[in-house]
T-cell receptor, first 111, second 114 residues
Framework: GNSVTQMEGPVTLSEEAFLTINCTYTATGYPSLFWYVQYPGEGLQLLLKATKADDKGSNKGFEATYRKETTSFHLEKGSVQVSDSAVYFC??????????FGQGTRLTINP | DVKVTQSSRYLVKRTGEKVFLECVQDMDHENMFWYRQDPGLGLRLIYFSYDVKMKEKGDIPEGYSVSREKKERFSLILESASTNQTSMYLCASNPGTGVNSPLHFGNGTRLTVT
């Protein structure tokens, strides 16, 4: 079946550092890929998405490129801020409306 | 803005109790979902509904049931709570059209079963 694997956390960085959170997936066909973010005490919210190979999703300085050849959708940001501290979830959707989530990566940014 | 409201932020129940978790959305969305979130396991789908009175099992439906009598409300029921159902429960909704429309989540209910 479909599955998503994220790099294990927690990840701790200093402010202005470069961020990469790895995400790889297993799916037949061509799923849509998503990154969701969960800030402390809140539900998840969509950060960015890509619906076909080589698409790049971007939002709030974060980017991720849909790489079909490596079945990956890594999240990157050039310069993180304390306010980026959150849990990040990679997810895929194929066919019907069900999303499949990765296990989440907790990110802490220190000033 | 879409609002998904879960009735309780924290809940403590005893083993064997029947537990109701309520979720209401205000954007006339067709689809509603219940997930549980556990450390290291991410989000796992319990049940979902595409329309009033319709329900489908997700990946981990055992020990749970759901009710959708009105379009805006989706209830999760733990028939007889057990300690392994201690978790964060998240409700979500999205429109029926548009396969890539994002899910809108509530803030979650942290349930502890003692």
């Amino acid at each position: 079946g479909n599955s998503v694997t994220q790099m294990e956390g927690p990840v701790t960085l200093s402010e202005e550092a470069f961020l990469t959170i790895n995400c790889t997936y297993t799916a037949t066909g061509y799923p849509s890929l998503f990154w969701y973010v969960q800030y402390p005490g809140e539900g998840l919210q969509l950060l960015l998405k890509a619906t076909k190979a080589d698409d790049k999703g971007s939002n709030k300085g974060f980017e991720a490129t849909y790489r079909k050849e490596t079945t990956s959708f890594h999240l990157e940001k050039g310069s993180v801020q304390v306010s980026d501290s959150a849990v990040y979830f990679c997810a895929l959707r194929q066919g019907a409306q069900k999303l499949v989530f990765g296990q989440g990566t907790r990110l802490t940014i220190n000033p | 803005d879409v609002k998904v409201t879960q009735s309780s932020r924290y809940l403590v129940k005893r083993t064997g109790e029947k537990v109701f978790l309520e979720c209401v959305q205000d954007m006339d969305h067709e689809n509603m979902f219940w997930y549980r979130q556990d450390p290291g396991l991410g989000l796992r789908l319990i049940y979902f509904s595409y329309d009033v009175k319709m329900k489908e099992k997700g990946d981990i439906p055992e020990g749970y049931s759901v009710s959708r009598e009105k379009k805006e409300r989706f209830s999760l029921i733990l028939e007889s709570a057990s300690t392994n159902q201690t978790s964060m429960y998240l409700c979500a909704s999205n429109p029926g059209t548009g396969v890539n429309s994002p899910l809108h989540f509530g803030n979650g209910t942290r349930l502890t079963v003692t």
